[in-house]
T-cell receptor, first 114, second 110 residues
Framework: DGGITQSPKYLFRKEGQNVTLSCEQN?????MYWYRQDPGQGLRLIYY???????QKGDIAEGYSVSREKKESFPLTVTSAQKNPTAFYLC?????????????FGPGTRLTVT | AQRVTQPEKLLSVFKGAPVELKCNYS??????LFWYVQYSRQRLQLLLR??SRESIKGFTADLNKGETSFHLKKPFAQEEDSAMYYC????????????FGQGTTLQVKP
């Protein structure tokens, strides 16, 4: 079953703790993306990676970190420095990093920090 | 800066009525343009892209370069069209990024 998976579906953390969200794809896609979805604000890009071992900051990277050690995986760490971490997080991938391709989305992880 | 505006947060119509979801962008160049849809409890997915010029589920989108708009239209709305719709031009810097609008919730009433 091909596709892009995110785990867990729901995540709860205490303030001050770092938390890592998983994103895996078996589509053999080069590029992967992390978005944050908040009501009334659409999707905002956190980080993206056009190729393995490389990644760039998106529009709202502060308080987040990523790694891209394997083509299939692009985990996102929400650090304690992120001021408002409670949100719905979406991961996506595309076949190539340049040009304009359809982005394939995962089911999302809802993070609640109290 | 590249910006996308979807002026309506919520659009409510009756079944069978025409629908137009507005999208305006401020870009230089000729970005590739997409509409994505998120049905309840489903993943965000591509609805249509400008370059393919296809009609998907009865929806079409016309690019107006003069007005920099890419409005989504359907002549007769169905209840199953109720969803969140996002307009998303591609980034002009050839990075593969998409710039998403704020989204419009379409509610089709019976």
């Amino acid at each position: 079953d091909g596709g892009i998976t995110q785990s867990p579906k729901y995540l709860f953390r205490k303030e001050g703790q770092n938390v890592t969200l998983s994103c895996e794809q078996n589509l053999n896609h080069d590029a992967m993306y992390w978005y944050r979805q908040d009501p009334g604000q659409g999707l905002r890009l956190i980080y993206y990676s056009q190729i393995v071992n490389d990644f760039q900051k998106g529009d709202i990277a502060e308080g987040y970190s990523v790694s891209r050690e394997k083509k299939e995986s692009f985990p996102l760490t929400v650090t304690s420095a992120q001021k408002n971490p409670t949100a719905f997080y979406l991961c996506a991938s595309t076949p190539r990093g340049g040009g304009s391709y359809e982005q394939y989305f995962g089911p999302g992880t809802r993070l609640t920090v109290t | 800066a590249q910006r996308v505006t979807q002026p309506e947060k919520l659009l409510s119509v009756f079944k069978g009525a025409p629908v137009e979801l507005k999208c305006n962008y401020s870009y230089s160049g000729s970005p590739e343009l997409f509409w994505y849809v998120q049905y309840s409890r489903q993943r965000l997915q591509l609805l249509l892209r400008h370059i393919s010029r296809e009609s998907i589920k009865g929806f079409t989108a016309d690019l107006n370069k003069g007005e920099t708009s890419f409005h989504l239209k359907k002549p007769f709305a169905q209840e199953e069209d109720s969803a969140m719709y996002y307009c998303a031009p591609g980034d002009s810097g050839n990075t593969g990024k998409l710039i998403f609008g704020q989204g419009t919730t379409l509610q089709v009433k019976p």
